[in-house]
């Protein structure tokens, strides 16, 4: 069945749909070249919803590519609720309903409650990085202690390096990046690992928080029920390095405010992987305490880190980001 494409057809379906979920105080809170995310209150009474009114998010695919990753998001989320205990299950977002529009299905979710971790101005202080590491770990250490497949040899590094030649294809950083990437992987699969559920994308934009634990995890697109939780480890690390972003302080004067500016957008990755500071100590201990508990050796905390950030790199969107995955990787000893 071919999709409608006028405008004004899809703004009218759109509208039917949030009058029939009841929807008011309507914000568009992302929006991609795949899915728009939108939030509201729903005023009707016979929503599967713990709270009234009900707070809700409401994910719309733009595309069939978009459509895909909505069908993968609510797969996923039925399969976690299936095998996960209710603490953990109680930080998931929980379906509401999936109306169409048209052919494609649309996903209701609760709204998640606490506040977004995710702070991309300034660095952390050492107080505030450990205690979002530590509710991190928390969380990860609940989730992965429902074990759902056998321990298997961690085999994920070694099909990054592939595709990372092919995406950077005669970049003259590529062979350098991707012999450093085998270097890693090879070691990383003499160890074995339980499989549990994983996130697949875990990082701080997707953590909400109040106080010392995690009250809720979003965007599950790319999780699986039954996959390496080494992946979603080393990622959290890394996605906080990232926006931690240490640097110079910026002048003020001419309309500017100070605040701290980064010359090398993943100096805040490097820093953690390469540095002696109180930071990157906390990042290495993590990844060693993740590791060891895992049942994988603590000496493989580098090469996990390394294997994150080809898996990084591969991920990007932006290719400015993308390209700087790729300088990293080329010059990591």
């Known amino acids: 069945m071919s999709e409608p494409t006028s405008v004004d057809w899809w703004l009218t379906s759109l509208q039917t749909m949030l009058a029939d979920l009841g929807a008011r105080d309507i914000v568009l809170v992302d929006s991609s070249d795949l899915v728009t995310e939108l939030s509201c209150t729903s005023v ?35 399969s976690a609720a299936r095998v996960l205990p209710e603490s953990v299950r109680s930080t998931l977002p929980r379906i509401v309903t999936t109306p169409r529009l048209h052919v494609r299905r649309v996903l209701v ?37 429902t074990v759902t497949g056998a321990a298997e040899p961690v085999e994920w590094p070694a099909r990054l390096s592939g595709p990372l030649a092919a995406r950077w294809d005669g970049h003259d950083q590529v062979a350098s990046a991707a012999s450093r990437v085998e270097r890693a992987a090879v070691r990383l699969l003499s160890e074995s690992s339980p499989h549990t559920v994983v996130h697949g994308r875990l990082g701080p934009e997707s953590l909400w928080v109040d106080g010392t634990a995690v009250t809720g995890v979003q965007d599950w697109a790319d999780g699986d029920v039954c996959g390496d939780p080494l992946r979603d480890l080393v990622q959290f690390a890394l996605g906080y390095s990232a926006f931690r972003r240490p640097g110079r302080r910026a002048p003020r004067g001419n309309g500017r405010t100070g605040g701290r500016v980064a010359d090398n957008p993943l100096v805040g990755v490097r820093s953690a992987l390469l540095g002696t500071d109180w930071y990157a100590d906390l990042f290495r201990a993590y990844l060693q305490a993740g590791l060891a508990r895992l049942q994988v050796s603590a000496a493989c905390w580098y090469d996990l880190a390394v294997a994150g950030v080809a898996e ?6 932006d290719e400015e980001v993308a390209e700087a995955y790729l300088s990293l990787l080329a010059d990591l000893p």
């Open 44 to 78: 009707r009474s016979d929503l599967p919803v713990p709270r009234k009114p009900a707070e809700l998010v409401v994910k719309i695919p733009r595309t069939p590519e978009g459509a895909r990753v909505v069908e993968r998001e609510i797969a996923v989320l039925r």
């Open 312 to 317: 990084r790199c591969l991920r990007a969107e």
């Open 109 to 145: 979710t609760t709204r998640m409650t606490g506040t977004r971790l995710h702070r991309p101005v300034g660095p952390p202080t050492r107080w505030r990085a450990l205690r979002d590491y530590q509710r991190a770990r928390a969380w990860m250490e609940a989730v992965q202690a």
